[in-house]
């Protein structure tokens, strides 16, 4: 079992800039890609970005360019990087880990929220224009 608890969320304005944090605990060793949702109210949950054991990256193309990615297998942490953020980038964001899919799948995986393994509370960020 893994634990995942995000933290970082918050307000700002189109332009600004957040960075997100995922805390792993417990089996983190038996995930093979981690990685950042989001979802707002009525939509389905939907892949922003997401890294693999071996530091490979996938991000959605509404954020390439703006958002990054990145793990410390040490401390067992996962972040978001958010910059250049806009409005319609408001939705709860979620922390996720896999144990068997690929990086080229997680991302679009389909129904996430049922079919990926480990998923955290979740952390709001707003952007107002």
């Known amino acids: 079992q893994v634990h995942l608890v995000e933290s970082g969320g918050g307000s700002v304005q189109a332009g600004g800039s957040l960075r997100l944090s995922c805390a792993a605990s417990?089996?983190?060793?038996?995930?093979?890609?981690m990685g950042w949702f989001r979802q707002v109210p009525g939509k389905e949950r939907e892949g922003v970005a997401v890294i693999d054991s071996d530091g490979r990256t996938n991000y959605a193309d509404s954020v390439k360019g703006r958002f990054t990615i990145s793990q410390d297998k040490a401390k067992n942490t996962l972040d978001l990087q958010m910059n250049s953020l806009k409005p319609e980038d408001t939705a709860m964001y979620y922390c996720?880990?896999?144990?068997?899919?690929?990086?080229?799948?997680?991302?679009?995986?389909?129904?996430?929220?049922?079919?990926?393994?480990?998923w955290g509370q979740g952390t709001q960020v707003t952007v107002s224009s």
């Open positions: 996720a880990a896999d144990r068997a899919l690929l990086i080229e799948n997680m991302l679009v995986w389909p129904d996430p929220a049922t079919n990926i393994d480990y």
């Open positions: 417990g089996d983190t060793d038996s995930t093979r890609v």
